[in-house]
């Protein structure tokens, strides 16, 4: 049985049928999201393993590929986020024995404020990177009972020891373990 509404729509055009779609949505809002919201919960099996069978597909890496670069070409802020993020999950994989396990909030890493830090943004930041100013390697980023020191972690991505230099002035910098790296070799 179709109500005054739906009678009125031609079914087989779809503008209309888009037009009567998005209307119904706005107008139902808050009850479709709670409805979807229980269906998740009680699927959640279901709707992980559609996640990792779709996230695994080809079409969706390459999609995921072409959307971070144009983002990344127009968004200063993302690509300093983005190497922000890299920075700390290499950092953690690199000095503790867990890993990056817990989002940056809880490590107290307020991105908003680094990237506002960092400002004014130079035109050609792909020729740029973030240096920390007192080294990665000089914190202790492990606690005695071998948990992630936290503390340490929030000092080492303090807006105040990252500054942005060039490619080239990073890669002049002299730091003690560099050093002694460099004279092995």
């Given amino acids: 049985?179709?109500?005054?509404?739906?009678?009125?729509?031609?079914?087989?055009?779809?503008?209309e049928v888009?037009?009567?779609?998005?209307?119904?949505?706005?107008?139902?809002k808050k009850e479709i999201l709670q409805k979807n919201r229980g269906w998740k919960k009680?699927?959640?099996?279901?709707?992980?393993?559609?996640?990792?069978?779709?996230?695994?597909?080809?079409?969706?890496?390459k999609r995921n590929r072409e959307w971070t670069r144009h983002?990344?070409?127009?968004?200063?802020?993302?690509?300093?986020?983005?190497?922000?993020?890299?920075?700390?999950?290499?950092?953690?994989?690199?000095?503790?024995?867990?890993?990056?396990?817990?989002?940056s909030i809880k490590y107290g890493i307020n991105y908003q404020l680094i990237i506002e830090h960092l400002k004014p943004f130079p035109?050609?930041?792909?020729?740029?990177?973030?240096?920390h100013i007192k080294p990665l390697h000089t914190f202790n980023f492990i606690n005695k009972d071998g948990?992630?020191?936290?503390?340490?972690?929030?000092k080492a991505f303090a807006p105040k020891n990252l500054i942005l230099l060039t490619k080239e002035e990073h890669k002049n910098i002299n730091h003690p373990k560099l050093i002694k790296f460099q004279n092995k070799n």
């Fill in 1 to 15: 049985m179709k109500t005054k509404l739906t009678s009125k729509i031609n079914w087989n055009n779809l503008e």
């Fill in 18 to 28: 888009k037009e009567y779609k998005k209307k119904y949505y706005q107008k139902n």
């Fill in 42 to 61: 009680k699927n959640k099996n279901h709707c992980k393993e559609y996640e990792k069978t779709r996230k695994s597909t080809e079409e969706y890496r």
């Fill in 71 to 103: 983002k990344k070409i127009v968004d200063k802020k993302f690509v300093l986020a983005k190497r922000l993020r890299d920075s700390l999950g290499g950092a953690l994989e690199h000095y503790t024995k867990t890993g990056k396990i817990y989002s």
């Fill in 123 to 131: 035109k050609d930041l792909i020729n740029y990177e973030i240096h």
């Fill in 147 to 154: 948990s992630t020191n936290l503390k340490e972690v929030k």
